[in-house]
C-alpha cells in the first residue's frame, strides 16, 4: 500500500479516482441505451439527463419546506442524531460487556432479541410515540445502527491480547482504566469496520422511516421519494435515490480515510 503524499501514492489516487469515473461513465451510458433500444417509457425510467435537470430544479425551486439543500440537511441532522446516540451507548456498552463475563450473561439474550426485528418495522412506534418528527427517524436510526456498532466494540474487546490485559493488572489498573488504556487503543481498527457497517445501515434507515412518515414531515430525502411516487415524476423519485446513494458513499469514503489515518497511528 503506498503512502498518502508520496507520488506513488499520489498516482495510485489518481488512477482509482480515474477507473471510478470510467465506471460511472459506462453504467450511465447502459442507462442510456437501456432506454433507448427498448423504448422505455420515461414515465418509467427517465433519461440521466433528465434527472439531472431535475436535480438542478430541485436546487433552485422549494417543494415541501425548501430546496434541495433543505431536505439533505434535515436528512443529515436525523442521521448524526441517530447515529451519535448509537455511538454513545453501543461503544461503551460493547466494551464493558467484552470484560465483564457476567454483564455480558445478562444483556446478551435481550439484545440477541432485539437485533434480529428489522428496523423499519420500529417505524410506526417510533411515530407513535415521537410523532412524525425528528424523534421518530432519530430513533429508527439509533435502533438499526446499535446492533453493529456495540458488536464490533464487544469482539474488539474480546480479541485485545490478554498478555496486554494481564500485564496491566499486574500493575494495579482496574478494570476501567484497562478498558480505556488498552481496550480501546487496541481495537480502534475493529470498532471502525463496526461503524462502517452502522453508517449503512442506519443511513438504509433512515430514508425508509421518512418515507413511512409520508407527508408528515416534509423535508427530507425520503419525503422527495415519496414526492416523485405521489406526482408521478420518476425523475424525482431516481434523483433523490442517486443522491442518497452518493452521500452514503461518501459517509464511507470519509471513514475509511479515518481507518487508514487511524492505522498509522497505531
Given at each position: 500500500?503506498?503512502?498518502?503524499?508520496?507520488?506513488?501514492?499520489?498516482?495510485?489516487?489518481?488512477?482509482?479516482?480515474?477507473?471510478?469515473?470510467?465506471?460511472?461513465?459506462?453504467?450511465i451510458a447502459f442507462w442510456w441505451g437501456l432506454i433507448v433500444?427498448?423504448?422505455?417509457?420515461?414515465?418509467?425510467?427517465?433519461?440521466?439527463?433528465?434527472?439531472?435537470?431535475?436535480?438542478?430544479?430541485?436546487?433552485?425551486?422549494?417543494?415541501?419546506?425548501?430546496?434541495?439543500?433543505?431536505?439533505?440537511?434535515?436528512?443529515?441532522?436525523?442521521?448524526?442524531?441517530?447515529?451519535?446516540?448509537?455511538?454513545?451507548?453501543?461503544?461503551?456498552?460493547?466494551?464493558?460487556?467484552?470484560?465483564?463475563?457476567?454483564?455480558?450473561?445478562?444483556?446478551?439474550?435481550?439484545?440477541?432479541?432485539?437485533?434480529?426485528?428489522?428496523?423499519?418495522?420500529?417505524?410506526?412506534?417510533?411515530?407513535?410515540?415521537?410523532?412524525?418528527?425528528?424523534?421518530?427517524?432519530?430513533?429508527?436510526?439509533?435502533?438499526?445502527?446499535?446492533?453493529?456498532?456495540?458488536?464490533?466494540?464487544?469482539?474488539?474487546?474480546?480479541?485485545?491480547?490478554?498478555?496486554?490485559?494481564?500485564?496491566?493488572?499486574?500493575?494495579?489498573?482496574?478494570?476501567?482504566?484497562?478498558?480505556?488504556?488498552?481496550?480501546?487503543?487496541?481495537?480502534?481498527?475493529?470498532?471502525?469496520?463496526?461503524?462502517?457497517?452502522?453508517?449503512?445501515?442506519?443511513?438504509?434507515?433512515?430514508?425508509?422511516?421518512?418515507?413511512?412518515?409520508?407527508?408528515?414531515?416534509?423535508?427530507?430525502?425520503?419525503?422527495?421519494?415519496?414526492?416523485?411516487?405521489?406526482?408521478?415524476?420518476?425523475?424525482?423519485?431516481?434523483?433523490?435515490?442517486?443522491?442518497?446513494?452518493?452521500?452514503?458513499?461518501?459517509?464511507?469514503?470519509?471513514?475509511?480515510?479515518?481507518?487508514?489515518?487511524?492505522?498509522?497511528?497505531?
Open positions: 500500500m503506498y503512502e498518502r503524499g508520496t507520488t506513488q501514492g499520489r498516482l495510485a489516487g489518481a488512477a482509482s479516482t480515474g477507473w471510478v469515473i470510467v465506471v460511472l461513465a459506462f453504467w433500444v427498448f423504448r422505455i417509457n420515461p414515465d418509467f425510467l427517465p433519461m440521466p439527463g433528465d434527472v439531472v435537470a431535475r436535480l438542478v430544479r430541485l436546487a433552485t425551486h422549494p417543494v415541501g419546506e425548501g430546496p434541495l439543500h433543505v431536505h439533505v440537511w434535515a436528512s443529515f441532522q436525523r442521521f448524526v442524531g441517530g447515529f451519535a446516540m448509537a455511538v454513545a451507548l453501543g461503544v461503551p456498552l460493547g466494551f464493558v460487556m467484552g470484560y465483564f463475563r457476567l454483564l455480558d450473561w445478562a444483556l446478551t439474550p435481550l439484545f440477541e432479541l432485539v437485533r434480529y426485528i428489522p428496523p423499519i418495522a420500529w417505524a410506526p412506534f417510533a411515530i407513535l410515540w415521537f410523532g412524525a418528527n425528528f424523534g421518530a427517524q432519530a430513533f429508527v436510526i439509533f435502533i438499526s445502527t446499535l446492533p453493529p456498532i456495540l458488536i464490533s466494540a464487544y469482539g474488539a474487546m474480546r480479541a485485545v491480547d490478554p498478555t496486554l490485559m494481564a500485564a496491566a493488572r499486574t500493575l494495579g489498573a482496574k478494570p476501567m482504566t484497562i478498558i480505556l488504556e488498552v481496550g480501546i487503543p487496541s481495537s480502534i481498527p475493529v470498532l471502525i469496520g463496526g461503524l462502517r457497517i452502522g453508517v449503512a445501515t442506519g443511513w438504509m434507515a433512515l430514508i425508509a422511516a421518512e418515507i413511512v412518515a409520508g407527508t408528515g414531515t416534509r423535508a427530507g430525502l425520503g419525503y422527495l421519494i415519496l414526492v416523485g411516487q405521489q406526482t408521478l415524476q420518476a425523475s424525482t423519485t431516481i434523483g433523490a435515490m442517486v443522491l442518497i446513494g452518493a452521500l452514503g458513499w461518501s459517509f464511507d469514503v470519509a471513514l475509511r480515510r479515518l481507518e487508514r489515518a487511524v492505522q498509522r497511528w497505531r
